[in-house]
């Protein structure tokens, strides 16, 4: 066997061992990575073993229920734990066709994650964004309607509008003789 697939069977033996696994009562598995979330934390729920394409994970612990779909065989999906959940073991029913399979949950404290877990970024905004605008700050303050254009911007236009109307007819004047 070569270096290379040793180490590949390696990392999957590895892989296996570290993802935390339940067996369902009909001979399939549940997975729930991370094993023991924390409140407002994302969880992605995996289950083997179906026969289905599609299924749903349903719990008090979730803020909705997860849909999960995938190829006849293995089905995924995720959801989001509840933010303001008390730590225990909540009960996750799994449907998947005609199959049904209860497990639990175990939700932890939120300062006894993992450190190598990111925290979760919260459902919606905290606070406003506090964005610069570049060069146009200034006129963030101005307002625009008491702002308008004055004479001098009417007069502007006009001489603009009639040097432009003037190039019009020359250049209309000076394809007339050319074809007649």
């Not at 225990?88 to 399979?101: E, Q």
């Amino acid at each position: 066997m070569g270096s290379l697939k040793v180490t590949l069977c390696a990392g999957a033996a590895a892989f296996a061992a570290l993802t935390p696994t339940a067996y369902a009562a009909d001979g399939g598995t549940v997975s729930v990575t991370p094993a023991s979330p924390a409140p407002g934390a994302d969880v992605a729920l995996k289950i083997s073993g179906c026969a289905a394409t599609t299924g749903s994970a349903a719990s008090d612990a979730f803020v909705a229920d997860a849909e999960l779909v995938g190829a006849a065989g293995t089905l995924a999906g995720e959801t989001r734990v509840r933010t303001a959940l008390e730590p225990g073991s909540y009960d996750v029913k799994i449907t998947c066709g005609s199959v049904t399979v209860k497990g639990a949950i175990k939700v932890v404290e939120s300062g006894s994650r993992s450190p190598s877990v990111a925290p979760s970024a919260p459902a919606s905004p905290v606070a406003p964004v506090h964005a610069g605008g570049g060069g146009t700050a200034h006129l963030a303050a101005v307002d625009a309607r008491a702002a308008g254009p004055g004479t001098a911007q009417a007069v502007v236009g006009l001489l603009l509008a009639g040097v432009a109307a003037a190039a019009v007819a020359l250049r209309s004047a000076r394809r007339s003789r050319r074809t007649g």
